[in-house]
T-cell receptor, first 117, second 113 residues
Framework: AQKITQTQPGMFVQEKEAVTLDCTYD???????LFWYKQPSSGEMIFLIY??????QNATEGRYSLNFQKARKSANLVISASQLGDSAMYFC??????????????FGKGTRLSVIA | KAGVTQTPRYLIKTRGQQVTLSCSPI?????VSWYQQTPGQGLQFLFE???????NKGNFPGRFSGRQFSNSRSEMNVSTLELGDSALYLC????????????FGPGTRLLVL
């Protein structure tokens, strides 16, 4: 069964607008971490934001915020004030068993975001 | 602090050859993981090393192997290359196996002809 599902293969957003990238996950482990990475055309995976399963508040990092809805098993990435440089592939990923020997990262298939001037 | 470095960045090989890719983690990071990224299969975990020991291995054939040195640098080797091994190989490091976030290098693009 797919552990990470990203249902939006591609999205367009106008520059300076906000955009939400969807991610749902599946796990029975109570201890897990959710990550978002950005991959520009150069190929490097850039870490954006992290949310632990026990974190009470939604994570924020600058223009990135994670809308964590634990009961729905969703961890959507919100990018505010989009910039042309935000055009890239975005991957949602999960690690289970935090603090007791993490499992490897499991990635979704990604969402290609295009920011339009 | 310097990021994760991978060498070479680009590589062209022919079927049947073997290849060795290198990864130097962020200074102080002791855990190194390798991932393969292809258009068809997406990102797939290859293996993880910590303190020169393989902790986890993904579902790849034995042609794929790796190792980690005492300075935490890691290499992966693919023997008897197949066309399907053409991919972006990404290395990631973290402080330890219990530190959640992995930081990735720029990757090595391997093309097998």
């Amino acid at each position: 069964a797919q552990k990470i599902t990203q249902t939006q293969p591609g999205m367009f957003v106008q520059e300076k607008e906000a955009v939400t990238l969807d991610c749902t996950y599946d796990t029975s482990d109570p201890s897990y971490g959710l990550f978002w990475y950005k991959q520009p055309s150069s190929g490097e995976m850039i870490f954006l934001i992290y949310q632990g399963s026990y974190d009470q508040q939604n994570a924020t990092e600058g223009r990135y915020s994670l809308n964590f809805q634990k009961a729905r098993k969703s961890a959507n990435l919100v990018i505010s004030a989009s910039q042309l440089g935000d055009s890239a592939m975005y991957f949602c990923a999960m690690r289970e068993g935090l603090g007791s020997g993490n499992t490897p990262l499991v990635f979704g298939k990604g969402t290609r975001l295009s920011v339009i001037a | 602090k310097a990021g994760v470095t991978q060498t070479p960045r680009y590589l062209i090989k022919t079927r049947g050859q073997q290849v060795t890719l290198s990864c130097s983690p962020i200074s102080g990071h002791r855990s190194v993981s390798w991932y393969q990224q292809t258009p068809g299969q997406g990102l797939q975990f290859l293996f993880e090393y910590f303190s020169e020991t393989q902790r986890n291995k993904g579902n790849f054939p034995g042609r794929f192997s790796g190792r980690q040195f005492s300075n935490s640098r890691s290499e992966m080797n693919v023997s008897t290359l197949e066309l399907g091994d053409s991919a972006l190989y990404l290395c990631a490091s973290s402080l330890s196996v219990d530190q959640e976030t992995q930081y990735f290098g720029p990757g090595t693009r391997l093309l097998v002809l």
